[in-house]
C-alpha cells in the first residue's frame, strides 16, 4: 500500500481538469491519523479553486488536490494518538486544505469525530460541511434567537438545505430563496415561506434579523433587508467577482452595525461530535442530490455549477 488514487488537476480551468492520478499513501506519523476514505463531498469553494477563481490567494503551484470533507473508517494509528482505534468509523474536515478526495488521508485526531451511526457514508457527508457551516453561522457567528426571522439564500443546496433545518431547530421563523422547482422541496426541510430567486424582488420579502448567504453576489443589496441590529455571514463570494467580494465584506465589516460576518470555518472536534448528535437523533436529515463515482467527479462538478441542486453532491471512493 504505497500509492493511492486521489483526484488532482494541474492547471485551472473548467471541470475536464480534474483526473484521478497516483499519490503516495500519507504516512502515519505520531500525532495523525490515516483514514480510508468512503465518501466525499463536492463543496462550492473546490468549484472556485479549480476554476483560478482564487488564484490571486491560491497561486499555481500544481498538481493541486480536491476535497475538504470525507466519511471512512480509520486504518492506522499514530503512537501518540489516544481515543482512536483501527475500525472506527469517522468523519471530519480537512480545515484551510484540500485532499479529502483521496482514498486515504491523514489528520489530526482533533479533525474528526465518530460518524453517525444510523447513515451511510453516502448520507453522512451530504450533512458535514453544510451540518458545520450551519451551526457556526447561525449559531456561533449570528447568535440566531428564537422567533427571529431568518432568510436563507440558496435554500435547497449543500449548505442552505441543512441551514434551514438547523435554522427550524434554532426556533426561527425561516424564510428561503431557492430555485422554482425546488421550493416544495425547501418547504419540506422545514422552511415557513420559500420564494423563487428568478422571479421573487428582494425588497418585497420584508426585513430580517439574520441573513445566512450561501450565493454570494449582490452582498450589498441583501444587507438592505437586515432589520435594525440585524446580522449577515456571508459563507461565499461572486464567483465572478472574486475581489468585489472579499472587498464588500472587508468594507461591511468596518462601517455600521448590520455588518456582514465574513465565514471561515475550520472546527474541531467538539463541533463534529454535536453535528453528529444532530444526526443521529433526527434532528438534521441528509440530503444527497447525486453520488458519483470517483472517475466521474468531472460530473459533479458539472453537476454542481449547472445549479438547481437539492442538497449534496458526493462522490464515492472505494
Request: charged share 25%; hydrophobic share 45%; glycine share 14%.
Given at each position: 500500500?504505497?500509492?493511492m488514487?486521489?483526484?488532482l488537476?494541474?492547471?485551472y480551468?473548467?471541470?475536464?481538469?480534474?483526473y484521478?492520478?497516483?499519490?503516495p499513501?500519507?504516512a502515519?506519523?505520531?500525532?495523525?491519523v490515516?483514514?480510508?476514505v468512503?465518501?466525499?463531498?463536492?463543496?462550492?469553494?473546490e468549484l472556485?479553486?479549480?476554476a483560478?477563481?482564487l488564484?490571486l490567494?491560491?497561486?499555481?503551484a500544481?498538481?493541486?488536490a480536491?476535497g475538504?470533507d470525507f466519511?471512512?473508517?480509520?486504518?492506522?494509528?499514530g503512537?501518540?494518538?489516544?481515543g482512536?482505534?483501527?475500525?472506527?468509523?469517522?468523519w471530519?474536515l480537512?480545515g484551510?486544505?484540500?485532499?479529502?478526495?483521496?482514498?486515504y488521508?491523514?489528520?489530526?485526531?482533533?479533525?474528526?469525530?465518530?460518524?453517525?451511526?444510523?447513515?451511510?457514508?453516502?448520507?453522512?457527508?451530504?450533512l458535514?460541511?453544510?451540518?458545520?457551516?450551519?451551526?457556526i453561522?447561525?449559531r456561533?457567528?449570528?447568535?440566531?434567537?428564537?422567533?427571529e426571522?431568518?432568510?436563507?439564500?440558496?435554500g435547497?443546496g449543500?449548505?442552505?438545505?441543512v441551514a434551514?433545518?438547523?435554522?427550524k431547530?434554532l426556533?426561527?421563523?425561516v424564510?428561503a430563496?431557492a430555485?422554482?422547482?425546488?421550493l416544495?422541496?425547501?418547504?419540506?426541510l422545514?422552511?415557513?415561506?420559500?420564494?423563487d430567486h428568478?422571479t421573487?424582488?428582494l425588497?418585497?420579502?420584508?426585513r430580517f434579523?439574520v441573513?445566512?448567504?450561501?450565493v454570494?453576489?449582490?452582498?450589498f443589496?441583501v444587507?438592505?433587508l437586515?432589520?435594525?441590529?440585524g446580522?449577515?455571514v456571508a459563507?461565499?463570494?461572486d464567483?465572478?467577482?472574486?475581489?468585489?467580494?472579499?472587498?464588500?465584506?472587508l468594507?461591511?465589516?468596518v462601517h455600521?452595525?448590520?455588518r456582514?460576518?465574513?465565514?471561515?470555518?475550520?472546527?474541531?472536534s467538539?463541533?463534529?461530535n454535536?453535528v453528529?448528535?444532530?444526526?443521529?437523533?433526527?434532528e438534521?436529515i441528509p440530503v444527497?442530490?447525486t453520488?458519483?463515482?470517483l472517475?466521474?467527479?468531472?460530473?459533479?462538478?458539472?453537476?454542481?455549477?449547472a445549479?438547481?441542486?437539492r442538497?449534496k453532491?458526493?462522490?464515492?471512493i472505494g
Amino acid at each position: 500500500m504505497s500509492e493511492m488514487n486521489a483526484v488532482l488537476f494541474d492547471r485551472y480551468g473548467p471541470p475536464e481538469v480534474l483526473y484521478v492520478g497516483r499519490r503516495p499513501v500519507p504516512a502515519v506519523t505520531p500525532e495523525k491519523v490515516l483514514v480510508r476514505v468512503r465518501a466525499v463531498g463536492v463543496n462550492g469553494g473546490e468549484l472556485l479553486l479549480r476554476a483560478g477563481k482564487l488564484r490571486l490567494v491560491t497561486g499555481r503551484a500544481f498538481p493541486r488536490a480536491s476535497g475538504i470533507d470525507f466519511v471512512g473508517e480509520v486504518a492506522g494509528v499514530g503512537d501518540r494518538v489516544t481515543g482512536v482505534r483501527v475500525g472506527d468509523r469517522v468523519w471530519g474536515l480537512l480545515g484551510r486544505r484540500t485532499g479529502s478526495m483521496a482514498e486515504y488521508v491523514a489528520v489530526s485526531p482533533r479533525q474528526i469525530a465518530p460518524a453517525p451511526e444510523n447513515l451511510t457514508p453516502e448520507e453522512a457527508v451530504s450533512l458535514l460541511a453544510g451540518g458545520v457551516t450551519a451551526v457556526i453561522a447561525l449559531r456561533d457567528k449570528a447568535a440566531l434567537r428564537p422567533g427571529e426571522r431568518l432568510l436563507v439564500r440558496g435554500g435547497s443546496g449543500g449548505v442552505g438545505s441543512v441551514a434551514v433545518q438547523v435554522g427550524k431547530l434554532l426556533g426561527a421563523h425561516v424564510v428561503a430563496l431557492a430555485g422554482g422547482k425546488n421550493l416544495d422541496f425547501v418547504r419540506g426541510l422545514g422552511a415557513d415561506d420559500a420564494f423563487d430567486h428568478r422571479t421573487t424582488a428582494l425588497s418585497g420579502l420584508g426585513r430580517f434579523d439574520v441573513v445566512l448567504d450561501t450565493v454570494g453576489t449582490r452582498p450589498f443589496e441583501v444587507r438592505r433587508l437586515l432589520a435594525p441590529g440585524g446580522r449577515m455571514v456571508a459563507i461565499t463570494i461572486d464567483a465572478d467577482r472574486p475581489v468585489a467580494g472579499i472587498a464588500a465584506v472587508l468594507a461591511s465589516a468596518v462601517h455600521g452595525k448590520s455588518r456582514i460576518r465574513a465565514f471561515s470555518g475550520n472546527p474541531g472536534s467538539a463541533l463534529l461530535n454535536e453535528v453528529t448528535r444532530l444526526a443521529e437523533r433526527g434532528e438534521v436529515i441528509p440530503v444527497v442530490d447525486t453520488v458519483h463515482p470517483l472517475d466521474r467527479v468531472a460530473d459533479a462538478h458539472r453537476a454542481l455549477e449547472a445549479g438547481g441542486v437539492r442538497g449534496k453532491h458526493v462522490v464515492r471512493i472505494g
